[in-house]
């Protein structure tokens, strides 16, 4: 088959699908007759990425496969079209989201005991709705509380491809604005700092979603 027909399928079905998609997930688009093997689509994406240079989308490979995305320097224009509301993450969930992502696994206690506040059980409800925490396991303790973890949703929301791409401590402190972070104040080692006894919950206002990330070319058509 011929590169050019390889680089307009692959394409094609990046455009359409509705999560991202694994060179073997693409390879299964092919047929043995098609000889198209694993290099072939490797180097397929490789162009496609090339091609992408200097337009407003871009392809990116994050935890669960390649995706086209809209590129971050034109999202605040796109993300006109979308009028839905879209939640705003408050402090105290970006530093508990924070806390499990560097520290996983991690105990809601644990949890606790570094931010010296009760974590509100609707922000650990919102963390597992969005499909971004998840159980991995339980400590081996009285009472055998549950170990969070971070999950494959959790990077592609983030545009990580895995969790050694997490910022460093010292980035996430040059950060200005704290929605963009996932804690810029909390710090995994630091003793607990509070001056309220439990989380507030988590609240909701119109505008672009917070941490932001962005949206996928399928969503922007």
């Avoid at 009285?142 to 494959?152: I, N, Q, V």
Wanted: contains cysteine.
């Amino acid at each position: 088959m011929e590169p050019q027909k390889i680089d307009n399928i692959v394409e094609a079905a990046l455009l359409a699908a509705q999560q991202p998609l694994t060179l073997p997930m693409l390879a299964a688009l092919f047929q043995d007759p098609d000889e198209v093997g694993h290099d072939a689509i490797a180097r397929a994406i490789e162009n496609l990425t090339t091609a992408c240079a200097g337009r407003g989308v871009e392809l990116v490979e994050v935890a669960s496969g390649f995706r086209y995305q809209v590129r971050e320097d034109v999202h605040p224009w796109v993300a006109r079209l979308w009028a839905e509301r879209q939640t705003k993450y408050s402090r105290a969930l970006l530093e508990t989201l924070a806390l499990i992502a560097y520290r996983q696994p991690i105990t809601r206690g644990e949890i606790e005991q570094v931010r010296g506040v009760t974590v509100a059980t609707s922000i650990m409800h919102t963390l597992e709705e969005r499909e971004w925490i998840r159980i991995v396991g339980y400590r081996d303790v009285p009472g055998k509380p549950a170990l969070f973890g971070t999950t494959r949703q959790f990077l592609d929301y983030f545009n990580l491809k895995s969790l050694d791409q997490l910022p460093t401590l010292a980035e996430i402190r040059e950060i200005a604005d704290p929605q963009l972070a996932l804690a810029p104040a909390i710090v995994p080692d630091a003793p607990a700092a509070a001056d309220a006894p439990s989380d507030p919950e988590p609240s909701v206002a119109d505008g672009p979603a917070s941490p932001e990330t962005p949206r996928t070319a399928e969503d922007a058509v």
